[in-house]
């Protein structure tokens, strides 16, 4: 147990005084050493070392203390005793040769701190790296100084420079005398070493501009200057490897436009390795494929659950120039990403990474995060592959309503809706998302075939409780697929009245004039512009539209085409 | 106290600690005094007394004058040898503190003024009173001092006091300066002995020990930055048979220097350091028979040469920790040998790449010890100044000018070691160079031999304070080969360096 080897008698005694500073300041290493910085225990120990250390100072002056091996002494007295070598605090700095140590009246809070700091990091380093002395030199303290020894643990190691005659005991070999025959040389003029102003400017410039470097890129175009010039380098393992802990570093830090910039440069190594040994080749490849390892890719979670500031584009440029074999460790981390706008980013840069393969997404797509599937699908949309088709099918059964619309969105992209059998297939849907999908792309198709079963599917009872809006849908499509041998029954129905009639019953027949209007032709305009005169708002109103549209196509008899999905789906998807 | 070196087994009284604690406030005090200074006159002859111009640097220099006297009981600057002095402190000049001192020295030169002291703190009537003293110098006046002395009392300014201008050489430093040699001596040799530690690391393929490296590098910062002429003095002791460890200390005393003239920090001039320490590490890795070949290499030979700066970039990059001073100094290494204009150079790089500060400082420091060094395929070694010549002609294509112009400004015209035929006929030998970048070519120097070529006991002279340039004078009229007169330039500087 450190300790006083003496008892106290004097409350006043400065001896007193120093051993409280040094058991204070032991005790606030000791504390730092287990807890972080803003650690209340530890705060509370460094304002009560600085307390002390200030009290001290102001009655009794500049604070030495002799470092001896396990001892804190004061004025030639051990005043703090440890001999716990891998904790002492008199042994940590005596073993780097720091044998006093003096606190300046002027000391202030933030050096105390800094002090401490600095111990700290002393027990951390690695002897062959740094060492406490070196630590403190490089702190630059201003009322915190201390003395050292050489290696008081290794012995002396500085030679004796060589011993050398004294000129004294020479004498010239020739006389100098016939050095006045000698020419006098051209002193060299003022300008060439005279610094102007301006140019004393320039390179405090460039010191400034030097100090805002970033060493870790200076670093990488080191490595790769390297990596290129040394052919037969044999230690080009170790060049890859500082390369592949840099992106690391990179990546861990959420640095991703370095980890881009580093990882470009490598593959630009990669591509341009025809002129490199068959051995370099084959461990640049590696050291490439390593990159996509899971265990590097799982790097990654943490930083991108943190969120991303800014643009998304570094991160995006860094994950497509990843090897194919990140593809599984990156759906894994589709999972366990929490961020929405980085998942949409994981998502694109696995389209280019997978190039066109769904395989190891359709094997995926039965996981029970619905958000994980939607993904999936979204990844598939963007292959295009139309061998995707069963396994939509699949998902466009998925519970989640977010999974079925983003499946009929795939469907779309890879050409489902160009299908009318399918199309009528999914009007039986229990699915609204599904059918009134099914009814837009039957619309857009204009088949024929369509007209009878949605013609059907208006009729029935159920149709007529609709809102406005689903009906509408169903009618246009049924417009737009209707063959001109359907103009009677629309006709009937839109001539339809009775004497009690109610609003889902003026519905049906304003839905009746959409279609009249779709199917168009001479006796139909007849027909809309009775309409038009119609009292109910809404019969009025699909009248007009109907003959606007009419009018519109006069030039060509087409139908208008809807779009088979929009900006804004692709804005909402993922 | 913080050198690293390691002076005393025992600690230091409090008194010595709190005395090396106050040099070093005093000296950057001063350096703010020099520059108030420089303010201060340069602003009073061109606004009025009144003016704010001219009142905003009088209450900065009021003001350092005061942060000075609680250090220090009284503010003396003292003028020695070009060199400016706050109290017994040396003030270190840099290149952003270069015209201040310049104009400094350059006014208490013209008064004839060896001391300027303040006894007590000066009112602001006082100071405008003693700058406009200062200003009022007559080029025909035969006794400045005298006048000023005299202008003194007339504007009863009785608590500054003055002292006369002494000869060179006259400081009266000499107890400082030898602690000062000493420590220098102890540095160097230290470096030399850690390098040796560093080569037979690298060859036997084991982890350097860069924490020796960081503290002796740290010795050489602390040592330049206290005076550098005593490391600067111990570069000319070339070491033929160990000319790799002796050229690495030496290129990184010459670096330090530069930096330290610079105006780099102390954390900066540690990196530069050790960028110096290590830029011939991959040498490490040559056969022997490569290293001590007098012939010319051949094409592979010159190619495996030319590979040095890469395999020293991962000898460097085996390094446990990759701090920024590492790599700085792995960037320095692999850049020291590209011309400063991209034009020549090795290694071959994929992408022109403009060397860094590092590496320039590092290119000038290696060519010149390497040219004044004698070596395997070249025995005689160039005199410093033919190769301060040869290197002023590759001054803007393999190095940065304005760096160039620095370490002339650090070495001198006739470069620190150099024999010299005087006007005189007498043979010297430079000591140090003129502090003033204007008088480079009239340096400190140690009279060898008389004209008739006998040696003389050694008297020590200041070319600049010595008399005029006619012939017969005691001018440089050019430099000679100190071989053909059998002096051995080190012994000197060594015999200077342990005096």
């Known amino acids: 147990m450190p300790g006083a080897p003496h008892q106290w008698d004097s409350p006043e005694d400065p001896i007193r005084e120093a051993r409280d500073v040094v058991l204070q300041l032991a005790r606030t290493v000791n504390t730092r050493r287990i807890h972080l910085p803003n650690n209340p225990i530890y705060q509370k120990f460094l304002g009560e070392l600085c307390a002390k250390v200030g009290g001290y100072l102001a009655k009794q002056g500049t604070l030495v203390f002799g470092i001896h091996r396990f001892e804190f002494q004061y004025e030639g007295e051990a005043i703090y005793n440890d001999s716990n070598q891998s904790d002492s605090l008199p ?252 998942r949409r980013v994981l998502c694109e840069a696995l389209v280019d990474l997978i190039g066109g393969d769904i395989q190891p997404l359709v094997k ?211 | 106290m913080t050198d690293g070196t390691g002076q005393a087994a025992t600690p230091r009284p409090a008194s010595d600690l709190k005395l090396r604690q106050i040099m070093e406030g005093v000296v950057d005090q001063g350096r703010i005094l020099v520059a108030d200074l420089h303010k201060v006159l340069k602003n009073a002859q061109v606004h009025a007394r009144d003016n704010e111009a001219f009142l905003r640097p009088l209450a900065g220099l009021s003001k350092t004058l005061n942060a000075i006297r609680a250090l220090q009981e009284r503010v003396v600057l003292r003028l020695v040898d070009e060199y400016l002095f706050i109290g017994e402190h040396r003030l270190r000049v840099d290149i952003s503190g270069y015209l201040s001192f310049k104009s400094v020295v350059e006014v208490l030169k013209r008064w004839r003024l060896g001391t300027l002291t303040f006894n007590a703190p000066p009112t602001e009537a006082q100071l405008i009173a003693l700058v406009d003293l ?142 110096a320490f290590f830029h011939d590490i991959g040498k490490t890795k040559w056969p022997k028979e490569l290293l001590y070949k007098e012939g010319k290499p051949t094409p592979e030979e010159w190619r495996m040469m030319q590979m040095h700066p890469c395999t020293g970039v991962t000898a460097l990059l085996k390094l446990k920790g990759l701090s920024d001073a590492v790599l700085r100094s792995a960037l320095a290494v692999f850049e020291h040998h590209i011309y400063w204009d991209r034009s020549g150079g090795y290694p071959a790089v994929i992408r022109p790449r403009d060397p860094g500060l590092f590496a320039r400082v590092i290119a000038i420091a290696d060519c010149f010890d390497a040219l004044t060094s004698a070596r395997v395929y070249r025995k005689s070694p160039f005199r410093p100044d033919q190769a301060l010549k040869m290197m002023l002609e590759k001054s803007g294509t393999a190095f940065d000018p304005l760096l160039m112009k620095l370490f002339i400004n650090i070495i001198g015209v006739y470069p620190i070691g150099t024999l010299v035929l005087l006007g005189t006929g007498e043979v010297a030998l430079v000591l140090a160079p003129n502090p003033n970048p204007e008088s480079l070519h009239l340096p400190r120097v140690k009279i060898l031999f008389d004209v008739r070529g006998n040696p003389v006991e050694p008297e020590t002279i200041d070319l600049a304070a010595s008399n005029g340039a006619g012939p017969g004078e005691r001018q440089i009229i050019r430099s000679l080969d100190p071989e053909a007169y059998g002096v051995k330039i080190a012994e000197h500087f060594h015999q200077v360096t342990a005096a």
């Open chain 2, 134 to 275: 200062l200003l009022s110098w007559n080029p025909d006046d035969e006794d400045p001092y005298i006048t000023f002395v005299a202008g003194l009392r007339r504007a009863g300014l009785d608590t500054i006091t003055v002292g006369e201008l002494q000869e060179a050489g006259g400081g009266g430093m000499e107890a400082g300066a030898r602690d000062a040699r000493l420590l220098a001596r102890r540095t160097f040799f230290k470096a030399v002995a850690v390098i040796k530690e560093v080569v037979q690391s690298v060859e036997g393929e084991q982890v350097i020990n860069l924490r020796k490296v960081k503290r002796v590098v740290q010795a050489i910062v602390d040592d330049i930055m206290r005076d550098e002429l005593f490391l600067l003095g111990l570069t000319t002791l070339k070491n033929y048979d160990e000319y790799t460890t002796n050229h690495s200390a030496n290129v990184c005393v010459l670096s330090v220097s530069m930096g330290s003239r610079m105006g780099y920090s102390k954390n900066d001039l540690e990196a530069l350091g050790m960028a």
């Open chain 1, 91 to 342: 042994f940590r700095l005596y073993k780097d040769g720091v044998s006093a140590l003096a606190f300046y009246p002027g000391v202030t809070e933030e050096e105390l701190r800094d002090f401490v700091e600095t111990i700290h990091r002393g027990y951390e380093v690695s002897s062959a790296e740094d060492d406490v002395v070196t630590l403190l030199w490089e702190r630059h303290f201003q009322h915190i100084s201390y003395e050292v020894i050489d290696n008081p643990l290794e012995g002396q190691t500085v030679p004796e420079p060589p011993a050398v005659e004294t000129p004294a005991t020479r004498v010239a070999s020739i006389a100098p005398a016939a050095a006045q025959d000698l020419k006098p040389e051209e002193p060299l003029s003022l300008e060439s070493y005279v610094l102007t102003e301006a140019e004393v400017e320039k390179l405090r410039e460039e010191m400034a501009t030097e100090a805002t470097w970033d060493m870790g890129f200076q670093l990488i175009d080191l490595i790769f200057e390297v990596l290129a010039v040394q052919e037969e380098m044999e230690d080009y393992p170790l060049a890859l490897d500082i390369m592949e802990r840099v992106i690391r570093v990179f990546v861990r830090r959420g640095s991703f436009g370095q980890a881009a910039r580093t990882l470009r440069a490598l593959r630009d190594l990669e591509g341009d390795s025809a002129r490199l040994p068959e051995r370099h080749r084959v461990l640049l490849a590696e050291a490439v494929e390593r990159i996509g390892e899971a265990e590097r890719i799982r790097d990654l979670g943490p930083v991108l659950n943190k969120g991303l500031e800014g643009e998304t584009t570094d991160l995006e440029a860094y994950l497509r120039m990843l090897p194919r074999r990140a593809v599984e460790p990156l759906l894994d981390l589709l999972g366990e990403v929490n961020v929405r706008k980085v």
């Open chain 1, 364 to 574: 995926r797509l039965d996981d029970s995060r619905w958000f994980v599937v939607r993904n999936l699908v979204y990844i598939v949309r963007r292959t295009g592959n139309r061998s995707a088709n069963p396994y939509l099918r699949r998902t466009l059964e998925h519970p989640h309503p977010r999974v079925r619309q983003e499946t009929l969105r795939a469907m779309d992209a890879i050409g489902m809706a160009r299908s009318a059998e399918f199309l009528l297939g999914l009007l039986e849907s229990n699915d609204d998302i599904c059918r009134t999908w099914a009814l837009e792309r039957l619309a857009a198709l204009g088949d024929t075939r369509a007209a009878e079963p949605l013609w059907k599917l208006i009729r029935t009872r159920e149709f007529r409780e609709r809102s406005w809006n689903d009906k509408r849908a169903y009618f246009e499509a049924l417009g737009k697929c209707a063959p001109p041998e359907m103009l009677p029954v629309v006709q009937a129905l839109y001539e339809k009245r009775g004497w009690f009639e109610k609003p889902k019953d003026l519905e049906m027949r304003a839905g009746a004039a959409i279609v009249l209007g779709l199917i168009g032709g001479e006796q139909v305009v007849g027909l809309l512009e009775q309409g038009c005169q119609a009292e109910e708002p809404v019969m009025r109103e699909a009248c007009r539209q109907a003959l606007d549209g009419i009018r519109r196509r006069q030039p060509s008899a087409k139908p208008e085409e809807v779009p088979a999905h929009t900006q804004a789906d692709e804005e909402e998807t993922a």
